[in-house]
Nanobody, 127 residues
Framework: QLAESGGGLVQPGGSLTLTCETS????????IGWFRQAPGKEREGISC????????RYADAVKGRFTATKHNGGNYAYLQMNSLRTEDTGIYYC??????????????????????WGQGTQVTVSS
């Protein structure tokens, strides 16, 4: 299971940190991806951190502003979001994909690969 927390309302230029709490599987064997879905749009991958935590991947829209990390010992993953923009508004999900499904990749933003999903947390960026 995965559960996100930390969403909320923030002004443009502000920051938020999302937390993904995991249970029921060994986090060290899974990459954690972060996805978001804006109203009327498809779910998009925005970041991923590798099973070991040493590699990350970001979508161009968030590169340089968002930082994804994971704490395998504590079963948590995080998404630090800085310099937030109105276009960052949406429901944010964390998801897990096993090393087997990654097929040699360290990270992936492909929503179709992910095995487990959280329920999502709303992030609203507005003045």
């Amino acid at each position: 299971q995965l559960a996100e927390s930390g969403g909320g309302l923030v002004q443009p230029g502000g920051s938020l940190t999302l937390t993904c709490e995991t249970s029921g599987f060994t986090l060290a064997y899974y990459a954690i991806g972060w996805f978001r879905q804006a109203p009327g749009k498809e779910r998009e991958g925005i970041s991923c951190v590798s099973p070991g935590g040493g590699a990350t991947r970001y979508a161009d829209a968030v590169k340089g502003r968002f930082t994804a990390t994971k704490h395998n010992g504590g079963n948590y993953a995080y998404l630090q979001m800085n310099s937030l923009r109105t276009e960052d508004t949406g429901i944010y999900y964390c998801a897990a994909v096993s090393t087997a499904r990654l097929r040699g990749l360290a990270t992936s933003l492909d929503v179709r690969l992910y095995d487990y999903w959280g329920q999502g947390t709303q992030v609203t960026v507005s003045s």
